[in-house]
């Protein structure tokens, strides 16, 4: 089947509609009809080429909603109309201890929602800034939110399990204080998630003007990190912190807000090293630095079911698909709160 989409045919390329191919759903896949999709960063990044291994044509997009249109023969948990969600990945090995684990993310043959190997034409996967999708069951979440919030479920399917994973992992709830530093697309939901886990939470920030938006997000203090007096006033108070930055900076200075025994967890995917941490600020208080990488299938939908008990879902602006490129320009500049969503009514216009 032939659908509309907007992807890109080279690095230096703006991306454009392009028509894409589908394939026909098999016994256990589900074929959806994509109502909207997320816009982040690994997007921005893999269709310029800036990581490596970018095949194209390129098609983002994995953070991905919309209503079942047909399921196969032998799908049994979904049916036509369903609203559902696809997350980062659209197939594992199926076998290995990580899948068996519900851990498909850690799984070496993971394969992305686009730009990942599939037999399917042109050879690897093309992603959600589509008109529609063909997924394995195993890799479909139901959403449970009501349908006029599915726009703003969207960003969860990354930005929502990137920052519930390391959360759940290490024991973010009542009596825990959490810092999240980094107040953008996956900032702005870790903050919120830990604040309806029953957490302490405490925001940094590299901007005064961002402190009434993270209090309104749910942060119980925000620090300015500029600020040394304020970042003093932290030392050894957390026993979480989930860094969601994607830019090079110093870890020292967050490593010593840590209580004894207490983790960072990095999110974020700099293009280039942070610099390296002084290793006593690890070994004096048997501190760790830890990396989480989204979730597992049952993770995300634990975390799509909380959300939806909790009324949570993402900041968002809705976009045409003919403005993504101006959008990405904008999300380099950091002008959106806090995460574009692509309205993929608009691939056909």
């Known amino acids: 089947m032939t659908v509309k989409a907007y992807g890109a045919h080279a690095a230096d390329k703006p991306l454009e509609s392009l028509d894409i191919t589908r394939r026909a759903p098999g016994p256990h896949d589900v074929q959806i009809d994509i109502a909207f999709c997320g816009v982040c960063h690994s997007d921005l990044h893999t269709v310029r080429a800036e990581w490596a291994g970018t095949l194209f044509p390129c098609v983002p997009g994995h953070e ?49 929602t686009y730009n990942g190997a599939t037999a399917d034409a042109p050879g690897h996967t093309l992603g959600g800034y589509s008109e529609q999708i063909v997924v394995h069951e195993r890799f479909v979440l139901r959403v449970s939110h009501s349908a006029d919030q599915l726009a703003a479920v969207a960003p969860l399917l990354c930005a929502g399990i990137t920052t519930w994973s390391p959360l759940r992992h290490w024991n973010a709830g009542p009596g825990k204080r959490v810092g999240i530093v980094g107040i953008g697309g996956l900032g702005h939901m870790g903050i919120k998630l830990a604040r309806a886990m029953g957490a302490h939470v405490v925001a940094f920030t590299t901007s005064e003007s961002k402190r009434a938006d993270a209090l309104a997000l749910g942060a119980h203090e925000v620090i300015v990190s500029r600020d040394a007096e304020a970042m003093a006033s932290q030392t050894k108070s957390l026993d979480l ?27 974020g995917a700099p293009a280039t090293p942070h610099p390296s941490p002084q290793v006593f600020n690890l070994i004096t208080k048997r501190r760790a630095i830890a990396g989480s990488m989204i979730g597992g299938i049952p993770e995300t939908q634990e975390m799509l079911d909380f959300c939806a008990e909790h009324n949570i879902v993402a900041d968002i602006e809705m976009i ?30």
């Open 64 to 112: 991905i909603v919309g209503r079942v249109a047909s399921v196969g023969a032998h799908v049994t948990d979904f049916k036509a109309g369903d609203l559902v969600g696809v997350g980062c990945m659209v197939d594992s090995c199926q076998h290995c201890a990580d899948c068996d684990d519900g851990l498909e993310n850690y799984c070496d043959g993971m394969v992305g």
């Open 320 to 349: 045409r698909a003919d403005e993504i490129n101006a959008a990405y320009e904008r999300m380099l500049k950091g002008d959106v709160k806090y995460r574009f969503v692509i309205d993929n009514a608009t691939l056909a216009a």
């Open 241 to 267: 912190i989930v860094n969601t930055v994607a830019a090079p900076h110093d870890l020292d200075a967050f490593l010593n807000l840590l209580k004894r025994d207490a983790t960072m967890v990095l999110v």
